[in-house]
């Protein structure tokens, strides 16, 4: 059976969608928090000499425009009002007009100007031997000629690194009276402990890794144990906390045998099985538990963890007189504006092809990252005042009236699309009177009440929270008991979503809650 090839022409016609460099930098720009926009701003204007920032403000500007011919923009592509909610709701209409106007207000006398200043021939003429003579360029001088201390920087406000576990258990090895080859061992065994100060690997494994034999890791582990913090390198809780009562001189005491012989049942808060095993008061137990409960059981979390982060809200909602008015943070977001020397170059006849070509690309580049920031402080803008629209209970009241919300509804009430509206929330966050808040926080599921109104899991989260902050401590409510009274407050919950919510909130079962009196 023979197979016969043939060659044919196929005319379709179909449609796809096809994501340009400009929209996904949009995008991009869109899901970024601030620090992260910060940094990418602050990389766009290392590599695009087109771009400067703008240090005037808003009115500075304004007011200098008929003295200068430069093409002033701010982070929305053209001069921003003071006042972020006059922003215009169309702002596709203005985009097109940013994105194609062209900076060809520039004058032939400014061209040759240009030329005159790129072949500035005055600076053959400097004297660079006076240059040098007048001006240090010694890198170890910290500040220019002349400055004097008063204006240097306080020392007290200069940066250092955290230090580490590891670093401060090093320094006091350092100072201790071990040998060289124990010393060995004890860098090895702090190099291996985790965050919280736990030792994980085995002694018999770092015995190998160091070709040593395991009583000499245990009795280096011994001496390094001893060290601050108390009950560093422990190999388990129990062990972290009998150091530390070793520490306190409490070796002997009862709360050391409670932790030797019956840190389970403590942990279950069970004190009457632990008082009658032991043969003690209950009074006893529980000021053992007390002084216990004193101690600390992850030895590194000081050290630990890491560089905090701090939050810059992208927008501002405060109550002005019965309405609540969204205003931007205007001085978190970077500011730009075109460099009116290039613009002038790419008027001058002089200068080579290929020049004014990399600059025209430069300059393209510039004006999409202009018109994405612009596009996303109008996107934060309407998100933000929907948000008011649908949540005005909460920033009236406070969590306990927070509304469920979704992302279809405040899509639709702007008339975006979903997937917009999650990356304008993502890491973006509101300056409200009831506190700060993300952005993401005001949409939330809802629960069904009696009266076939949805309740937000925010404002049951809420009500279980103070539920548990007034219980008695003698007698916590279960999880079952807590579902009872949101019963009675027409909220119909099951105990396993009590227990889904309580958990997410970080509360401990009412069996571990307990405490005697």
Known sequence: MALEVKLGHDLRLRQQLVMTPQLQQAIKILQLSLPEL????????????????????????????????????????????PEPDSVSSDSESGWEDIVDSVPAHA????????????????????DWREYLETYSNNWQDGEPPGEDDERRQALENTLTRKASLEDHLIWQLRLSSLDRDQQRIGATIIYNLNDDGYLETPVEELANQLATSVESVEAVLKRIQRFDPPGVAARDLRECLLAQLQNLGMEESLAARIVSNHLDLLEKHRYGEIAKIMGVGLDMVAEAARSIASLEPKPGRDYGGAEPTYIVPDVYIQKVGDDFVVTLNESAVPRLRLANYYQRVLNDSAVEADTKEYLQERLRSARWLVKSIYQRLQTIFKVANSIVKFQRPFFEHGISHLRPLVLKDVAEDIGMHESTISRATANKYAHTPQGIFELKFFFTSGVKAADGEDVSAETVKEKIRSLVA????????SDQAIADILHKDQINIARRTVAKYRQALGILPSSRRKKLA
Not at 49 to 70: F, G, K, M, Y
Not at 470 to 477: F, I, S, V
């Open 38 to 81: 910060e940094a990418v701003v602050q990389s766009e204007l290392d590599a695009n000499p087109v771009l400067e920032p703008l240090d005037q403000s808003v009115a500075e500007t304004a007011a200098n425009s008929d003295q200068s011919e430069d093409m002033t923009l701010a982070a929305d592509g053209e001069p921003l009002p």
């Open 107 to 126: 004058v032939a006398t400014e061209g040759a100007d240009a030329a005159v200043e790129i072949r500035d021939p005055s600076l053959e003429k400097l």
């Open 470 to 477: 007034g219980e008695g401590q003698d007698n916590p409510l």
